[in-house]
C-alpha cells in the first residue's frame, strides 16, 4: 500500500515544484522598456498560436470522444479527455511561464552568467516538473477510478494526439520561420542572426516557444505516459508471476524518477557558479544515479529480488551510451561534424549529401544499443523486463525536458538581446548559453527519441499480448502487406512534414524578400520590419498542415484493423516502428549535425561567416532544420500513438473476427 | 518435356539475337577522327574501370566460392561461381557494345532520328538479350545437372554478389564524375553539359557505361535469377500441389518472356519511322501483352487451369501500374516535378527540402500497388502464386533492360556529338533521343525497383518455408532484434554509398577547379584539359568504396543466423525489406524529379539557364545523382543478396540449433 501512494506523492510533489519555479522565475527582474517590447512581442505571438492550435485540436478531440465513448464506452472517453486536456495543460503552463522567463533571463545575464542559467532552468523546470507530475497524476487517478490499466489507454492516445499535434504544429511554426529569417538574412541581406531589421526574427523567436517548449513538452508527456502504461499494462497481461504488484511497480519507479530528478534540479543550482555545461551535466547525472539506487530498493522492496531492477538498469545504461553516441555524431569537435563542414567548401550539393550520409550511418548505433538493452531486459525479467527497461530510460524525464526547454528560453535570451542592443558583453553571456543550450538539446533529443522507440517496443509487446498474436504466420498476405504499410508511413509522414515547411519557408521567403524590397530603409535600420506577417504565415500554415498526419496515424490502424484483422494490425505496428525508429535518428542527428557544421564555421573554421562555405553550410542547416525539429520528433509521437491506437482498439479487431 | 525445352530454346536464341543485334550495330559507321578520338577515350576508360572491377570482385568471388563449397559442397561453389561469372559476361559484352554504340547513334544521327534510334536500342537490346540469355541457360543448366532448384540458390548468390558490388562501384563512378563535371561546370564556369573544355566530361561519359549500362545489367541479371528461382523454389516446397510442372512453369515462362520480348524488339524497329517514345513504347506494350497471352497458355497446358495464369496477370498489371506512378511522380508535366521547379525560386534550400517531401510521399503507391498485387496473386495460387506475380512482373526484363540501356547510349552519343562540334542540327536529334531515354530511364527505374521489392518478398517466403519458419513468436526478443538490424541496414547502406559519393564528387570538384585554375587557357578553349586525371579519380573511389557494402550485406545474415538463429534471420530479410524497398522509390524518384526540374527549367521556364533558379535546380539535381543512380538502385540488389545468401544458409542455421 505504502508503494501505491508514492505516485500521488510524487506527482503532487512534481506540480508544487513547479509552481515553486514558476514563482521563482516571475519575481526576476524584466529590464528595459525595450526588453519588454521585444519579450510582449514574442509572448503575444506564442499564446496567440497556441491558443488557435489548442481550438483546432480541440474540435478533433471532441468529434473523437463522442466516437471513442459509443464505440468503447464512456470512461474510455474520459481518460481519452482528460489524456489530452493534460497535455494541453502541461504545454499551456510549460509555455506561459518560458515566454517570461525569457526576458528575466537576459536581464539576469546583465549581471553574470549563474543568474541566466537559473533563470532559464528554473524556466524550463516548470515545464518539466508540469510535464511527469500531469502524466503520472492523470494515470494514477484514472486506475485509481477504474482498477485496470486498460481502462487508462485512452489517456494515452488523448495524450499522444495533442502530442502529434503540438509537434507537427510547433515544428512547422518555427522551421518555416527559422529558415525564411536564416535564407534571406544571412544569405541575401548579409545580416546576423536575430537582427531587429529582419522581418522573420520574431516568427522565429516564437517558434522557438511553440516548436520546442510546448511541442517538446506535448512528445515527452505522451512518451512518459506510454512508458508507465506499457509497464503497467505487461505488468497485467504478460507477467502475472508478478501480481498486481507488477503493476503498482511502474507507477513506483516513476514516482523515484520524479523525486530523483528534484533532486537533481536542486544539484544544478548548487553548482550554478561552476560551467553552465557542469551545472546541467551534473543535475542529470545525479538524476540518473538516484533513481537507479531507488529502483534498487524498490525491486527488493516489492519484489524481493533484483531481476527487475537489473531491466530498469539496462534502460539506464542504454540512455546513458545513447546520450555518448548522440554527443559523437553531433558535436563539432569530433568527425562527423567536421566532414560535413569541410565537404561545404565545395558548395551545397556536397554539404547536403555528406549529412544525409553521415545521418543514415549514425542510426545504426543506438538502434543496436537499443537491441541490445532490449535483450538484456528480457534475459532478466522476460517481457515486463523490457518494458520496465524502457521506463527507466523515461523515468528522468523531468529534468531531461527541463534541460531541453532550457535551450529555447536561452536562445530567446540572446535573441532579445540582440534585438534591445545590450552591448556584446550581454550578448557573450546568453551566447554561451546559447551554445550550451544547443548541446543539451542535441542530447535531449537522441534520448526522446530512443526512449521513444524503446517505448513504443513496449507498448507494441502490450498489443501482441493483449491481441493473442504471439505468434504470426509471415506467409499470411496480410501480415506481410501490413508490415508493409507500417514501412511507408513514416516515409508519408516525414514528406508531409517536410512538405508543409519547404512550402511554408518559401512564403516566407517571399514575404521577407518583400519587405526588404519594398520597405525603404529597412536594410538600413531606418525603418521597421512588419513582424506581425511572418507571424501570421507561420500561423496560418501551421494550424493548416498538423491535421492531415493527425488524421492518417489514427485513422490507418483503425482502418487496417477492421478490415485486414488484428494480425495485419501486429505487422503494420511492427513495420512503422521498423523504419520510423531509425528515420528519425537519421532525421535528428543529420540535422544537429548540419546546425552544428555551420556553427563551426562561424566559430571562424574554414573562412568563417560570409565565406561561400558558410553559404553552403547555411543551406544544409536549414535543410536540417525541419529534419530535426519538425519531422524527426514527430515521427516519435507517430510511433506511440499507432500503438496506442491499437491497444485501444484491440478488442474491437478480435470481436470482428 | 516439350515445356522444359523452351527454356534452352528461349535462352540460346536470346543469346544469337544479341549476336545479331551486336552484328548490326557494329556494321554502323563511326563518322570522323575527332569522333573516334573522343569515343575511343570513353572507351578506354570504360572497359578499363570494367577490368579492374572484375579483379576486384575475382578475388572475393574466390575467396567465398572456398569457403562456400567448405561449407555447403562443391556444386554450391560451383554454382555461386557460374552465377558471379554469367553476369560478369553479361556485363562485359553488353557494355563493350554500348561504347561502340554510342559513336556509331552520333553518326547515324547525321542521318535523322529513326537510324540513331535503332544504332542505339540495338546496341541496349545486345545487354537486354545477354541478361535474359544467360539468366535462363544458366538456371537451367544448374537444374539439370542437380535436379534440385535449391542446388542452383549458389547461381543467385553469385550474381547478386556481382550485381551488388557493379551496381556500387558503377553508382559510385557514375554519380561522382557527373556531380563534378555540372558543379564546377555549369554553376562555377557558366559552360554547357558535355563541354569538352570541362576536365571532367570524359569521365562523366564512362560513367553513363559503367553505371548506367554495366552496372544496371548486372542489376537486372540478379533480379531475373532471383525471380526464376524463387518461383522454382516455392514450387518445390510451398506448393507441392502443382508437383513437377510447379518447378517447371517458371522456366517456361520465362522463356516465353524472351520470346515475347525478341518480337517486341522487332516491333520497334518496324515503328522507327514513328516518334522515338512511341517506338520504344509499343515494343515494351507489345512484349507485355504477348507474354501475358503466352502465361495463359502455359498455365492452361501444363495445369489444365487458369488460377496461375492469373497470379501471373497480376504482377504484369502492378508492373502497368508502377510505369504510370513512375511517370506522374517524375515527369516535367506533373505537379511534383513542377513543385519542386517552382520552389528553387527561392534557392536551392527549398529544392530540397521539397524534392525530399515529394520522393518520401511518393514511396507509397508504388508499395500499395505490389500490396495489393500480393493480395490478389495469393488469392489465385498461394503462396505460389506470389511468386509467379513477381516473376511475371519480371518475364520482360529483355526489353526492359534495352531501352534502359537506350538511355546512355543516347546520352553519349549527345556528349560526343557536342564535343565533337558536329553542329546544332545533329545535337538537336540527339538531344531528343537523350530526353526520350530519360523518360523510359525513369519508367524501368521504377520497374526495377517494384520488381526486386516482390521478387524479394517471393524469395523471403522461400526462406519462410525453407526454414520452417511459417510462425514467429514475435515477444521473441531476437526476433524483434532481427527486425531492428534488417531495419537499420538499408540505412547504412545508403550512408555508404551517399558518403562515397559525396567524398568522390569533393575530390572532382577539387581537380577540376583546380585545372581551371592552373591550365592555362582552358576556359577560353584555347588549351585542352586532362581528363584522365578526373577518369583515375572516379575509378579509383569506386574500386575503394565498392566492397565494404557488399561485406555487409553477405556477412549480417550469417552473423546472426548463427549468433540468434534462423528466426532472428527471417526477421532481418522482413526487416530489411519493409525498410529498403519504400527508401529505394523514394531514392529514385527524388532524384528524377529533381533532375527532371532542372530540365524543366533548362527548358526556358522560371527564368531558364543561368538563373539563381537554374542555379538551385543544379544543386537539387546533384544531390540527387546518388540518389537515384549509387543508392537506390543498390538498395534493390541488397534486398536480393540478404534473402539468397539466408535461402543458401538456412540449413546450416538450422542445423546450430
Known sequence: MTYELLAPVASISALLFATYSAWRVLKGETGTARMNDISQAIREGAMTYLRKQYRTIAIF???????????LGAFTALA?????????????????????ANVRTTQAARGGAGGALMTAFQGGTVMGMMVV??????????????????????????????????????????????????LVGK?????????????????????????????????????????????????????TEYGREGVIFPLALQAAGIFSTILGTLLVR???????????????????ILVTIAACFLAQG???????????????????????????????????????AESSQTGSATTILTGLAMGMKSAALPVLVICGAILLAHEFAGVYGVAIAALGMQSIAGIIVAVDA???????????????????????????????????????KGFAISDAGFETIALFLVYTLHADLETVLLTDPSVVIGLFIGGILPFVYCGLCLQAVGTTAF???????????????????????????????????????????GLIAIAIPIIVGFTLGPEAVGALLIGSIITAFPMAIFMAYAGTAWDNAKKLIEGGHLGGKGSLTHRAAVIGDSVGDPFKDTAGPSLDVLMTILTTVSILFAPLFLKRL
Chains 1, 2 share one sequence.
Open 61 to 71: 478531440v471532441a468529434i473523437s470522444a463522442i466516437a471513442l465513448g459509443l464505440a
Open 80 to 100: 481519452f479527455v482528460t489524456g489530452a486536456v493534460f497535455s494541453a495543460l502541461a504545454g499551456y503552463i510549460g509555455m506561459a511561464v518560458a515566454v517570461r
Open 133 to 182: 507530475g500531469l502524466a503520472l497524476l492523470g494515470i494514477y487517478l484514472l486506475y485509481l477510478a477504474s482498477g485496470d490499466p486498460f481502462e487508462v489507454v485512452g489517456f494515452g492516445v488523448g495524450a499522444s494526439l495533442v502530442g502529434l499535434f503540438a509537434r507537427v504544429g510547433g515544428g512547422i511554426y518555427t522551421k518555416a520561420a527559422d529558415i525564411g529569417a536564416d
Open 187 to 239: 544569405i541575401e541581406v548579409g545580416i546576423p542572426e536575430d537582427d531587429p531589421r529582419n522581418p522573420g526574427v520574431i516568427a522565429d523567436l516564437v517558434g522557438d516557444n511553440v516548436g520546442d517548449v510546448a511541442g517538446m513538452g506535448a512528445d515527452l508527456f505522451e512518451s512518459n505516459v506510454g512508458s508507465i502504461l506499457a509497464a503497467m499494462l505487461i505488468g497485467v497481461i504478460g507477467a
Open 270 to 288: 548548487a553548482l550554478k557558479g561552476t560551467k553552465p555545461q557542469t551545472a546541467l551535466n551534473g543535475g542529470m547525472f545525479a538524476s540518473g
Open 302 to 340: 516489492m519484489f524481493g529480488r533484483l531481476n527487475v531492477f537489473y531491466a530498469a538498469l539496462s534502460g539506464i545504461t542504454a540512455a546513458v551510451l545513447v546520450g555518448l553516441i548522440t554527443q559523437y555524431y553531433t558535436s563539432s569537435d569530433k568527425p562527423p561534424v567536421r566532414a560535413i
Open 406 to 444: 532550457f535551450g529555447p528560453i536561452v536562445d530567446n535570451a540572446s535573441g532579445i538581446a540582440e534585438m534591445a542592443g545590450l552591448g556584446p558583453k550581454v550578448r557573450r553571456t546568453t551566447d554561451a548559453l546559447d551554445s550550451v543550450g544547443n548541446t543539451t538539446k542535441a542530447i535531449c
Open 507 to 549: 512564403q516566407m521567403v517571399e514575404e521577407i524578400r518583400r519587405q526588404f524590397r519594398e520597405i525603404p530603409g529597412l536594410k538600413e535600420g531606418r525603418a521597421r520590419p512588419d513582424y506581425a506577417r511572418c507571424v501570421d504565415i507561420s500561423t496560418a500554415a501551421a494550424l493548416r498542415n498538423l491535421l492531415a498526419p
